[in-house]
């Protein structure tokens, strides 16, 4: 990899993880009045899997995902350690979830959809066991609704990015 494909790989990094949290915190705010556990995981779900997978399409590497997901994570732990620990774990889990997919275009897929998924999960579950207090009352089934919604919606915002990248790759000659 030469010095400008790497500083264009820094560059759209940087720049996609600027839209994520700026985009996030907009949702996260939207997402303050439903007064639900994980319900901001859900919301923004769709949001961040579409981010992903534009990124992961526009680079295209086997190790996009964890690069993504590390920078995220460090900036994040600036603003909250436990926070910046569940992206961390959440992109693991997703990178690995993904990793032995054969195609390229279904792992970009499947590593976004499970980002989104094990998001609410990892998030919920590190508040509820490392911070506690009222966390300690969100009940497993909540949990794990919050995990296959937040897939779900994951898929859908998948489905919205690629429709997005074909269309701007046919219509540009990308």
Known sequence: MNNQTKNNEITIIGISIAIIIGGGMAIYMIAAVVPLPGIKYIFVAPFVSTIFYVVQHKLKGKYILPKIGTVFGLVMSVINMYMGLAILITTFLAYISSFYLKSESKRIFW?????????????????????????????NSMIALNSILGLIFGILGNNLAKTVVNRVSKDSGY
Do not use: R
């Not at 590593?111 to 300690?136: D, E, P, Q, R």
């Open 111 to 139: 590593s976004s959809a499970f980002f989104s998924g094990y998001t609410g999960l990892i998030a919920i579950l590190v508040s509820k066991y490392l911070i506690g207090g009222v966390f300690l009352e969100i009940p």
